[in-house]
């Protein structure tokens, strides 16, 4: 295997036409095989819009909100990424195969491409979106900081990338369209980034419900306190630092480095953003979905 040391940022192959990694194309038969368990819980996002986020609160549900059972190892060990695959790794498949049931997956699969044994096997989803804005800058800022990217360019190279769907994962409209649409026919609750910023209790309630289970209000109070972004940030389980600096670099820009709705207006031009607003429009004519650009 390639030494994590000699990581070269390469360009992003094509996987049913949507970019992705390289690396992750080449494991994607397994992915497309992968069986689902019935009690499997995938955690759905577009990238940079909250995964991590949801994926602790989640793991802390899951520990009934045991903080030391939630610091047992890195985040992405906790909640396996189904389609991951990097030299020097094991693959999202291998990991998930090893993990106990109850398992939490998570995934930016656009709907199109998910597995179908997790249909088949009736699974539950939960998905989580945020606003386009926020999460062009967030995405900018990663594909800087993690060299499993091409160069992103300048800021306004790479909004020209993001509106033509030209990053990893393709189009963010189709991705959040799909998913919403999908919430009509399977066991889905669909999330949004800003409302978990504004009132995180009562998402944290909504998700209870939602997985049928009930939680002393001490519980759930440890768990708003854990999975705050000041606690987070500082929680090596959660901040990725233990990537190595290699494949992503902290000192360029932090993974979890702000955390806040609207940060768009610090980065966007006036230019900038009344192009970005004609063209979110376009590609949101005739959607029931509606997000909030600013807190």
Known sequence: AMGVEEVVREELGSLHGMPLYKSFIEVWPQVEAFQARPDDLLISTYPKSGTTWLSEILDMIYQEGNVEKCRRDAIYNRVPFLEFKD????????????????????????????????????????????????????????????????????????LESFMAGK?????????????WEKKQKQ??????????????????????QFLGKEMAEEMVERILH???????????????????????????????????????????????????????????????LHFQMEA
């Open 167 to 179: 990053v990893a994962y393709g189009s963010w409209y189709e991705h959040v369209r799909g998913w």
């Open 226 to 288: 854990h999975t705050s972004f000041q606690e987070m940030k500082k929680n090596p389980a959660a901040n990725y630092e233990t990537v190595p600096s290699a494949l992503m670099d902290h000192s360029i820009s932090p993974f979890l480095r702000k955390g806040i709705i609207g940060d768009w207006k610090n980065h966007f031009t006036v230019a900038q953003n009344e192009r970005f607003n004609q063209h979110y429009q376009k590609h949101m004519m005739g959607s029931d």
């Open 87 to 158: 030299p020097g790794f094991p693959s999202g498949v291998e990991l998930l195969e090893k993990t106990p049931s109850p398992r939490l997956v998570k995934t930016h699969l656009p709907i199109q491409l998910l597995p179908k044994s997790f249909c088949d096997k009736n699974c539950k989803f939960i998905y989580m979106a945020r606003n386009p804005k926020d999460v062009v800058v967030s995405y900018y800022y990663f594909y800087k900081m993690a060299k499993t990217h091409p160069d992103p360019g300048t800021l306004a190279e790479f």
């Open 187 to 208: 066991q889905l609750l669909y999330l949004f980034y800003e409302d978990m910023k504004k009132d995180p209790r009562q998402e944290v309630q909504k998700i209870l």
